[in-house]
């Protein structure tokens, strides 16, 4: 059983930051790319950052410049600082990864996994 948790929401005023984690646990080899995804109120979720293994990001445009993405392999452990935090930013944030896991004999197979969800409220 794999489980991602995220941590770290909450309510922040417009200007603030945050930082958000998400820490996998359970059976698994390795995790290839993470991301951290958003469902903002009544809209369909939207890719935020991701990060590949080695360590290479990639933002929405709508995010660039104010949010950074990194990750800690050993712990594996993704994160997303969140600064100059907008009210369009509100949403659920919702952290991704490709788990590898043993196939057979020499095989490996990924699979995404998601976790709960955390919520984040820009608001004044």
């Known amino acids: 059983q794999v489980q991602l948790v995220e941590s770290g929401g909450g309510l922040v005023q417009p200007g603030g930051s945050l930082r958000l984690s998400c820490a996998a646990s359970?059976?698994?080899?390795?995790?290839?790319?993470m991301g951290w995804y958003r469902q903002p109120p009544g809209k369909q979720r939207e890719l935020v950052a991701t990060?590949?293994?080695?360590?290479?990001?990639f933002y929405s445009d709508s995010v660039l410049g104010r949010f950074t993405i990194s990750r800690d392999n050993a712990r594996n452990t993704v994160y997303l600082q969140m600064n100059s935090l907008k009210p369009e930013d509100t949403a659920v944030y919702y952290c991704n990864g490709g788990m590898v896991f043993h196939g057979k004999g020499w095989d490996r197979y990924e699979r995404e996994r998601w976790g709960q969800g955390t919520q984040v409220t820009v608001s004044s």
């Open positions: 990060i590949t293994r080695g360590g290479n990001p």
């Open positions: 359970g059976s698994f080899l390795s995790i290839n790319t």
